[in-house]
């Protein structure tokens, strides 16, 4: 957060001190979950397996 935006939204700037940037952690384990499910469910194997039959 820049300097002009704690003097334009002091209060959250206050909570982002206190309590850590929630909305960023939060968007940072989404994109974690989001790649780990991208490898979990991989059908590029699928479409192997049927033309190997």
Do not use: H, K, N
């Not at 002091?10 to 001190?17: D, N, Q, S, V």
């Not at 469910?41 to 699928?46: L, M, P, R």
């Amino acid at each position: 957060m820049s300097s002009a935006d704690s003097t334009e939204a002091p209060i959250y700037a206050g909570l982002i001190e206190e309590q850590g940037d929630v909305p960023a952690e939060v968007r940072r384990v989404a994109e974690e979950v989001l790649r780990e499910a991208d490898r979990a469910i991989d059908f590029g194997a699928v479409g192997t397996a049927a033309a190997a039959r």
